[in-house]
């Protein structure tokens, strides 16, 4: 009984706090309106800024193609590396193809689907996720060391800081159970 009369004597209190608020401060008449000068005060202001091509790259070589190209990571030799369906390929800084390191499969330095990837020293960290593992190249794309991980539902690679490897890993917030019949 206590309790609900400090329930509503509580809610009483919030709605006549809410409605001073709204008597005090008022409605329309005290909007204020900012308007933008007509000239810019800035001397760079609203410049417009032209964007330069400086590579073009098209899938009309027949070693690769491209599909959905992404995660496209500029390496530390200057070249630049590319995500595609089944592919992971290298261009060098003039956008020439040095090769694709995508070998499909389940093996020792195959890939089912690359998540993410990192440059670490002269080397490539490549996550694999469907296959949970982790993959060590060298620039050349020659396979150093494969790491499976045994931790179930990590999401994504994100990133190494201070010898240690990041991970995104989403946990299900509820469970929901059957009951039995």
């Not at 006549?16 to 007509?38: A, C, E, H, R």
């Not at 190249?137 to 990133?159: C, H």
């Amino acid at each position: 009984m206590l309790l609900d009369m400090k329930k509503r004597m509580g809610i009483a209190v919030f709605l006549s706090s809410l409605l001073f608020m709204i008597n005090f401060y008022g409605g329309q008449d005290d909007v204020k309106t900012i308007s933008n000068p007509k000239r810019p005060s800035g001397p760079n202001a609203g410049r417009i800024v032209e964007l330069q091509e400086v590579m073009r790259i098209d899938d009309k070589d027949e070693e690769y193609f491209f599909q959905y190209p992404h995660n496209i990571k500029v390496a530390p030799d200057g070249g630049f590396f590319m995500v595609d369906k089944n592919q992971f390929l290298k261009f060098d800084r003039n956008g020439k193809l040095k090769g694709n390191f995508f070998r499909p499969g389940q093996g020792p330095g195959e890939l089912q689907f690359i998540e993410n990837y990192i440059f670490q020293d002269e080397n490539i960290v490549i996550f694999d996720r469907p296959l949970s593992k982790m993959m060590f190249l060298t620039q050349e794309g020659k396979l150093k060391d494969e790491l499976k991980l045994r931790i179930p539902g990590l999401d994504s690679f994100f990133t190494r800081f201070n010898g240690d490897y990041y991970f995104f890993k989403t946990t299900p917030l509820f469970s929901l159970t059957r009951p039995s019949t």
